[in-house]
């Protein structure tokens, strides 16, 4: 399975920005969605679910962020049908220290990974080959 694209969900613009960046470094050909909170990551899923060139794809999901955030997001995302969960990777991204969101993060099904952020173009890259190649 290939990833196709890779929808990163965080409400710091400049993280977005970099995250990009690091993507691009990768030199692989995937479409990169932004989404500034959970509810907008929801709704580009929903309309994306019978579009090919999205799925399979890599979620990087912030924690902390306004409206809805990390948590609220999974909550809602286990209940989408598992033909669109089977194609999905969620990773979960923070700056907090909490071992809190770790263990809730671990305990998780959906959450496949769990990085302190910042991420790089290493942790993109043993995300794509671990899960995609």
Do not use: H
């Amino acid at each position: 399975m290939e990833v196709k694209s890779i929808l990163l969900v965080d409400d710091d613009e400049s993280t977005n920005f970099i995250n990009s960046v690091f993507i691009k470094k990768l030199d692989i050909d995937v479409d990169v969605y932004i989404t500034l909170d959970g509810a907008e990551a929801l709704e580009l899923i929903d309309t994306s679910k019978d579009e090919e060139d999205f799925f399979p794809c890599l979620i990087i999901l912030d924690i902390n962020m306004p409206g809805m955030n990390g948590w609220a997001f999974l909550d809602n995302y286990k209940n989408l049908p598992a033909s669109i969960k089977d194609n999905c990777v969620v990773v979960m991204t923070t700056v907090s220290e909490d071992e809190k969101d770790l263990i809730r993060a671990n305990n998780n099904n959906d959450v496949k990974e769990y990085f302190q952020k910042p991420m790089s173009d290493e942790k993109f890259s043993t995300l794509i080959y671990k899960y995609f190649m």
